[in-house]
């Protein structure tokens, strides 16, 4: 059986799925699953206490997220997941490392429901892309904060209409500090929490 500890180190040195061969790649699904046969949290989606924060993304198949990689001059940095349950708010945040002083960022907020006791539908509210220094972004919380006040950024700024971009998100492990998702188009997430 392959445990926590065991997959954390599979996911060493990966890039978050950059840098992982097709072999890797399946040993990191077989011990994903392995561990989602254990999930702790058998109602995840109920486990708000749990599920809120900032989670910083360790692995994900997403090619929509690891395609930010590919741009000229830009490396892909930190990517946060912030979970807000109390309003039923999802903010994703990608920071992108680029030319000196422009830093990048790309940022989806988005409103959750829950439909059963592991999965949300995610309905994406609004985008954000620019220069992390034209913005003001210093961390993740802030930046929320000021999303929440509604304020419009010298940036890449707009609304995404419901109709455009929906989906769902199956929680298949959550601990203190582990959370494993998997989304509608087939991806896979793995996220970790300091607390």
């Keep these: ?33 392995q561990l989602e046969d254990r999930n702790p949290t058998p109602r995840p989606v109920e486990a708000t206490e749990l599920l809120a924060g900032n ?8 090619e929509e997220l690891l395609g ?21 708010k999802i903010y994703n945040i990608a920071e992108i490392a680029g ?27 609004r985008a954000i892309a620019g220069v992390q220094q034209w913005i003001g972004y210093r961390s993740p919380d802030r930046f ?17 209409p419901s109709a455009d971009r929906q989906g769902w998100l199956d929680i298949t492990y959550l601990d203190d500090t582990l959370r494993i998702g998997r989304g509608n188009q087939g991806s896979l997430f793995v996220l970790t929490q300091d607390r």
Excluded: H
Aim: net charge positive; hydrophobic share 45%; with cysteine.
């Design 1 to 33: 059986m392959i445990g926590k500890a065991a997959l954390l180190e599979t996911l060493a040195g990966k890039n978050r799925g950059l840098l992982a061969t097709e072999t890797q790649k399946q040993a990191i699904l077989a011990a994903v699953a």
């Design 55 to 62: 989670w910083r993304l360790l692995y994900t198949t997403s």
């Design 99 to 125: 030319l000196p002083y422009l830093n990048g960022l790309v940022s989806v907020g988005a409103r959750f429901e829950p439909v059963s006791e592991r999965r949300v539908t995610v309905k994406f509210e």
């Design 144 to 160: 929320i904060e000021e999303i929440e006040t509604g304020k419009k950024f010298l940036a890449l700024d707009f609304e995404i």
């Design 68 to 88: 930010l990689d590919r741009f000229p001059f830009a490396k892909l940095g930190t990517i946060y997941q912030c979970i807000r349950p109390g309003e039923n």
